[in-house]
């Protein structure tokens, strides 16, 4: 009456469960993510750091964050089992946040452009796309 | 600063004087980021975690969060300064096993320590007494937006921050918050808590997190998934089960009283005959032993100013903080020596426990509860 013993075999018994550690091998086995990833392309490895899908099935690590659209396939299965969600919803580091207001400002230049050139207003539509050009440059430099 | 002041200044959390800090004894917000296609630490060779550590432990030391910080390669510190750094969860087990290429940096106040080269490049966590994962997450969400400016972390716009593990992905935020819950255990009620919190997504663990045994009636509860929902509602909702769970504590210490009053006597006067009569006692019993006499002085059976000498012993008979404290190295049988006698020593202000005061307190009428002939 003095302790509740949580050690793996116990917090098992007792519903407990470890997110990582015991629990990943259990959800790559029990849902055969690892082995999914691996029919699309056994031999794979990341360019960016040479990791391979063995490597991630032995250490429930992965190698990079290259990795995330090396094996993006694979991993969407066992995110989707992971977590509440598939997409992140949370805090944006400015620099993201920054890409994204250039791109919704992209979305609206693009449109007037369309609208200019529906109402043949060629003079407005020149000035726009040499706006676009800009925010083009603009967004491959912030990414 | 020196690893010695960090030693002989109890980190803030200890002090124990946030909300609801009878039952919450620490909240802690800690935030997982990478830098963009750099190799994991995990995978990254040793010339490159050496690099990526040159990169960013300059950034981490030069907030003015981190003036007069501690900071230190984790090569540079022996295992008991390490473990010592474990046992006031400003590292983690698995930190503490790293060395060259990794580091940690320390605020002055320990309410803030960033881990380098861990599982992630980085590992910020902000610690605070009591129930505070709104503050902790302010001030380690604050230092990471600092940090952003100068380090290109890791960042995908649908799953949001990469970590080295799946598990991370997203928020890269786990929050947690240590629970002292002996009134749920001796009524053993504590399973059923257990089973409903895991069940509602969340984890329950031991005092030193991931797959350790609970001691001294302290539990660990935190968030389990990082992706989908933003940091403040996991926060809220973590929140929110949490001063359930207090709510549940406090019922079932109220129903110990009302109905197992003498379970309760004799758990508290046994606590307190073998704390301060014992020459010897292992950490795990120590740590049972001081939840008991915590509970004691919550319910009103110690006076409330020796609340602070049996925090700070949770913490000082941990084996690193004994052998710090004694400046050698010792073996398992004078450990227990020497934590036996440091409570007998501190405990010696501390009267014997007062039942006809915790029975008056809790409205228990005296003829209820056992007779106090002492």
């Known amino acids: 009456m003095q302790k509740v013993n949580l050690c793996d075999a116990c917090s098992k018994e007792k519903g407990v469960q470890d997110p ?14 690892a082995e999914e990833i691996e029919k699309g392309a056994p031999t794979q490895k990341c360019p960016v750091c040479g990791f391979s899908q063995a490597d991630f099935k032995k250490t429930g690590r992965l190698g990079c964050s290259g990795c995330y659209v090396t094996f993006a396939e694979g991993l969407s299965t066992l995110l989707k089992a992971m977590h509440k969600g598939t997409k992140h919803v949370g805090k944006l580091p400015e620099r993201a946040h920054r890409t994204m ?13 369309q609208k200019a050139v529906a109402a043949e207003n060629y003079e407005t539509a020149a000035s726009l796309r040499d706006q676009i050009k800009q925010l083009e440059n603009e967004i491959s430099n912030s990414s | 600063m020196k690893f010695s002041s960090v030693m002989t200044t109890p980190g803030e959390w200890l002090r124990g004087e946030g909300p609801h800090h009878q039952v919450v004894i620490s909240s802690r917000v ?3 980021r990478n830098l963009r296609n750099r190799p994991f630490p995990g995978w990254a060779k040793k010339a490159d975690r050496a690099s990526i550590l040159d990169l960013v432990r300059p950034c981490v030391e030069e907030l003015p969060e981190m003036q007069d910080s501690f900071s230190e390669s984790l090569q540079d510190l022996s295992a008991l300064d390490r473990q010592v750094l474990v046992e006031r969860h400003l590292i983690s087990r698995e930190h503490a096993a790293k060395g060259a290429g990794s580091a940690v940096v320390i605020n002055r106040r320990q309410t803030l320590s960033v881990m380098i080269n861990e599982e992630d ?17 302010k001030l380690v969400d604050k230092i990471d937006s600092a940090l952003e400016s100068k380090l290109e972390f890791a960042f995908d716009r649908y799953l949001g921050y990469l970590t080295a593990c799946p598990t991370n992905v997203g928020t890269g935020m786990r929050a947690s918050a240590m629970l002292h819950l002996p009134g749920l255990v001796l009524s053993e009620l504590i399973n059923q808590v257990i089973q409903a919190v895991s069940k509602i997504g969340l984890a329950v663990r031991g005092l030193y997190g991931e797959g350790t045994e609970a001691m001294g009636n302290l539990f660990q509860i935190s968030n389990q998934t990082t992706l989908g929902e933003k940091e403040e509602e996991i926060i809220n909702r973590l929140s929110k089960v949490i001063e359930t769970i207090i709510e549940k504590e406090h019922d079932a210490r109220q129903a110990l009283l009302q109905r197992k009053p003498n379970t309760l006597w004799d758990q508290i006067g046994r606590a307190y005959g073998v704390l301060t009569y014992a020459h010897a006692m292992a950490s795990k019993e120590a740590l049972n032993l001081l939840s008991i006499i915590k509970l004691g002085v919550d319910l009103g059976a110690f006076p409330e100013d020796r609340r602070l000498p049996i925090d700070e012993l949770f913490i000082d008979t941990q084996p690193a903080h004994l052998q710090k404290s004694s400046q050698q190295k010792l073996n398992a049988e004078e450990r227990d020596h020497l934590r036996a006698q440091i409570i007998r020593d501190r405990l010696k202000l501390l009267p014997r426990p007062d039942i006809s005061r915790m029975a008056r307190e809790s409205g228990i009428s005296p003829s209820d509860g056992p007779s106090n002939n002492e």
């Open chain 2, 121 to 137: 490049h980085l590992r910020m966590q902000s610690i605070r007494s009591g129930l505070q994962l709104k503050q902790a997450f």
């Open chain 1, 101 to 113: 207001e250039l791109t919704h400002q992209m979305r609206a230049l693009n449109e007037n452009l």
């Open chain 2, 30 to 32: 800690r935030l997982a």
């Open chain 1, 20 to 33: 990582t550690g015991f629990a990943l091998a259990d959800l790559l086995l029990g849902i055969g993510a």
